[in-house]
Structures are given as C-alpha cells and as structure tokens.
C-alpha cells in the first residue's frame, strides 16, 4: 500500500462550489504540506502542519483551508472554487530532523469550470 | 519572486550521453537543496541531495553540484536511460533555527532521453 494516498485522485466542479481534498499517510511522520503544481510554476506550497495543532500558511493561502484532524490526515478545502485554481494538487509528508527530504502523495487533479 | 528558477523548460539528450540540469537561486540563506523528478500521473519522488557544507554528492548514475558563490546547482545524469524522462525540480530550504522543513521549489525540467 502507498505511504501517503490522495483522494479524489480526479475531480470536475464548478464554480463556487465547495470541495475538499484529502491526504492520509502511513509513514508515523508529524509534517504534512499541501502544494499546487501549474505548468511553468512548479510546486508551490499552499499550507504546512508541524503537527496537528499547528497550521501554517504557505505562499498561495489565499481561497484555501486545511483542518489536520490526525497525525495522519491532512485535508484541503476550496470554499468556494474558482476556475484559476484548476490545478495538480500534492499533498507531502516529512520526518523531523536534518532530512528535508518530503515523500508525495500521487496528486490530484483538479478541473474548476 | 522566484527564489529557486530552473530556467531550461526541457532537455533532450540521446540514451547514453550525459544530462545536464541546472538550477539558480537567489537566497542566501538557503543551505540544504534536493533534486526531485516526477513522471507522469505520480507524486515527485526525491531523487538526491546536497548541504551547503559540500560542493558534490555521487549517487550511482547522478551527482549534483553546487556552487556557492555563484548560487548556482547542477544535476549530472551518466549515462543517460530512457527510463530517466520525466520531470526534475530543484529545491532548496533554509534549515536555520527555525528547522520548518520548508521547500521551494524550482518551475522544472522536462527531460527527454532518446533511445
């Protein structure tokens, strides 16, 4: 089975709607990160939890909440999608300590019409 | 501001040769950077590693480079496989005090290896 798994892997909805996206990992990690990934952009962080009564923004908060109900669950919430926030979605996980080094959920794919 | 560029969009090499990717960065704080590659339908998958305190790091077929002064890392893949076309990005952290785990993140390379 995957560490980290994503669901919908694929969502259509329209706008103004609203829709959530779900993380749960399996590694025992503390730190989770959602990103969006656009064509010419790369993956740019969206929120970030140390654990689960931490939450932080990251770069592109904006139109965007998270709730980090478990060590091992992280979802994403669109209140209110709109069509520029069609995008790759990632959710990450990491360990404490000198590695930085982030393991990927599969994404998913997000069409806002 | 683009703190982390990967200014090549794509990459095209024959099997065999070597691949060159390269990534530029502009903060001075970043000390820990990581090479990602990503193929299609799938999460990034960490790929190697280098800390400011080092100028190279060898893993079998790839070795990443980094140039301090001139804020500047470069992923070498020896040989070239058609099985390595896919996506790399670049990422740097800032490790400091804080330890956030923080990533950005560079736009990526599409790499093509022709059989």
């Known amino acids: 089975d995957a560490d980290v798994t994503q669901t919908p892997r694929n969502r259509i909805t329209k706008t103004g709607k609203r829709i959530m996206l779900e993380c749960s990992q399996t590694?025992?990690?503390?730190?989770m990160y959602w990103y969006r990934q656009d064509p010419g952009l790369g993956l740019r962080l969206i929120y970030y939890?140390?654990?689960?009564?931490?939450?932080n923004k990251g770069e592109i908060s904006d139109g965007y909440s998270v709730s980090r109900q478990a060590q091992a669950k992280f979802s994403l919430s669109l209140e209110s999608a709109i069509p520029n926030q069609t995008a790759l979605y990632f959710c990450?996980?990491?360990?404490?300590?000198?590695?930085?080094?982030?393991?990927f959920g599969p994404g998913t794919r997000l069409t806002v019409t | 501001d683009q703190q982390v560029k990967q200014n090549s969009p794509s990459l095209s090499v024959q099997e065999g040769r070597i691949s060159i990717l390269n990534c530029d960065y502009t903060?001075?704080?970043?000390?820990?950077f990581l090479w990602y590659k990503k193929y299609p339908a799938e999460g990034p998958t960490f790929l190697i590693s280098?800390?400011?305190?080092?100028d190279k790091n060898e893993d079998g077929r790839f070795t990443v480079f980094l140039n301090k002064s001139a804020k500047h890392l470069s992923l070498h893949i020896v040989p070239s496989q058609p099985g390595d076309s896919a996506v790399y990005f670049c990422?740097?952290?800032?490790?400091?005090?804080?330890?956030?785990?923080?990533?950005?993140f560079g736009q990526g390379t599409t790499l093509q290896v022709k059989p």
């Open positions: 990450a996980t990491s360990d404490r300590g000198d590695s930085y080094e982030q393991y």
């Open positions: 590694k025992g990690h503390d730190r």
């Open positions: 939890s140390f654990d689960v009564k931490d939450i």
């Open positions: 903060n001075s704080m970043f000390d820990y």
């Open positions: 280098i800390s400011s305190i080092k």
């Open positions: 990422a740097a952290s800032a490790r400091g005090s804080s330890n956030t785990g923080k990533l950005i």
